[in-house]
């Protein structure tokens, strides 16, 4: 059906490599955001160079801003010969920090075997690359198309994309007249759709204790033990509780089905800071940080009204108890109607050209969709990109050339379904 689309699609790999490989060598690791300027230049003067108004927009004031790292966004929109829908692809440029296990160069691009290697291959300057490179083809192919296309690429997503999409979102940049349809190619997998995400809560909790000689803990009061007791009291009543709580989200992988709780860290001992021998003294203070994430079905409220339930539970009961609580991150729940256009458009395009039905997901994480929906009130919005979900963030990272190619022919070809055009020559 879109034959001549799909060859010019084709004829474009070696662009698309090459266009992939040019974002890896830009180090945009965050934290702390480096290279965000000269990664969103690269983006819009390409885009520049094929007619499209581009804009760059710094999230200044946001998270993480400043003259040093500038949270620099940048829009690029092309409008159509008549008025129609206008779809939007937004790509993250930021990047999550090497970390170890590498035996490749992270910021090199390295090709091999069909892949794109390097921090970002998948998690996903090969997903932005792809819609570029799709968007690049329509315009090639059909000069009447209606509506307009756009092209965005944001900083900050890893760290809660405040800096980035949450900032246009708040500018408008999201929302209805200016944009219907948006598409972010986050790896899901080539074949899925995801049309949302569960929530999060992460939660700092503190106990508090009493500083004594260590050899005479009784004339003390150890925050550990304490901590030990919410331990316990997680272990022996939350987890069992979330171990029940279901969700008809259709998320993956399957374990994600349900409500979870992750101890992302814990550090008992002296309050102030310590950087000598180890002190015979009873610690005053324990630090633990949760991560709480939920289904659509849950009361935001409720997840915490669980912890801090406990926590009071504990004050009443034990005896020294006491804590302070201290909220880090939250984000409700999304999830975008499996009928929507956006989602209808896309699993079909991937049914055509990969020749399978389209499996429709929710993400067990969280991505920018949450500010496009809850901030720019735009319901139509997916996740679809060429990247392996599992692959984000692991060392060796790569995308697979033939998954760029066959993601941007399904992104190129649902934007023509979503513009209403006929297919093309
Ligand atoms: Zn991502």
Redesign the pocket.
């Known amino acids: 059906m879109h034959d001549s689309l799909f060859a010019r699609i084709e004829a474009k790999r070696d662009d698309l490599v090459e266009l992939t490989r040019d974002l890896i060598r830009f180090p945009t690791v965050n934290p702390p955001g480096e290279a965000y300027t000269p990664c969103a230049e690269f983006l819009g003067n390409r885009l520049t160079a094929r007619g499209f108004d581009v804009g760059y927009h710094r999230g200044e004031g946001e998270a993480g801003d400043s003259d040093r790292y500038p949270r620099t966004n940048v829009v690029a929109r092309k409008e159509g010969t008549r008025p129609g829908p206008c779809i939007h692809f937004n790509g993250?440029i930021d990047v999550v920090s090497v970390g170890q296990g590498w035996t490749v160069a992270p910021f090199e691009g390295l090709v091999r075997d069909g892949k794109v290697y390097g921090r970002g291959a998948c998690?996903?300057k090969g997903g932005l690359a792809a819609a570029v490179i799709a968007v690049e083809a329509l315009l090639e192919e059909r000069n009447d198309l209606p509506g307009a296309l756009e092209v965005s690429g944001t900083v900050d997503?890893?760290t809660g994309g405040y800096g980035g999409v949450g900032y246009l979102a708040k500018q408008g940049f999201f929302s209805r007249p200016r944009v219907d349809h948006v598409i972010i190619p986050?790896?899901l997998n080539v074949d899925r759709v995801c049309i949302g995400h569960r929530g999060v809560w992460w939660a700092e909790i503190e106990t508090r204790g009493r500083i004594a000689h260590g050899s005479m803990p009784f004339l003390g009061d150890c925050a550990v033990r304490h901590m030990g007791a919410f331990l316990q009291k997680l272990e022996s009543e939350l987890y069992p509780a979330l171990a029940e709580k279901h969700t008809d989200m259709p998320v993956v992988p399957e374990g994600a089905r349900q409500s979870t709780l992750n101890i992302n860290s814990i550090h008992g001992g002296l309050s102030e800071d310590f950087d000598g021998l180890p002190a015979p003294l009873v610690p005053d203070s324990c630090r633990l940080v949760l991560d709480r994430r939920y289904l659509i079905e849950e009361d935001p409220e409720e997840v915490k009204r669980e912890i801090v339930a406990l926590l009071e539970g504990l004050k009443h009961d034990r005896q020294g108890f006491d804590y302070a609580l201290r909220e880090v991150l939250a984000f409700q729940p999304t999830m975008t109607d499996p009928e929507a256009p956006v989602v209808r458009a896309v699993s079909e395009a991937i049914e055509e050209v990969l020749g399978r039905p389209a499996e429709q997901v929710v993400s067990p994480g969280t991505?920018d969709q949450k500010h496009i929906v809850r901030v720019g009130h735009l319901e139509d919005c997916i996740a679809y990109g060429p990247g392996i979900l599992d692959l984000?963030h692991q060392p060796d990272e790569y995308v697979g050339i033939d998954d760029m190619v066959a993601s941007a022919k399904v992104m190129a070809a649902a934007t023509l379904a979503l513009l209403g055009t006929a297919p093309g020559r």
């Open positions: 993250h998690d996903m997503e890893e986050e790896p991505y984000a």
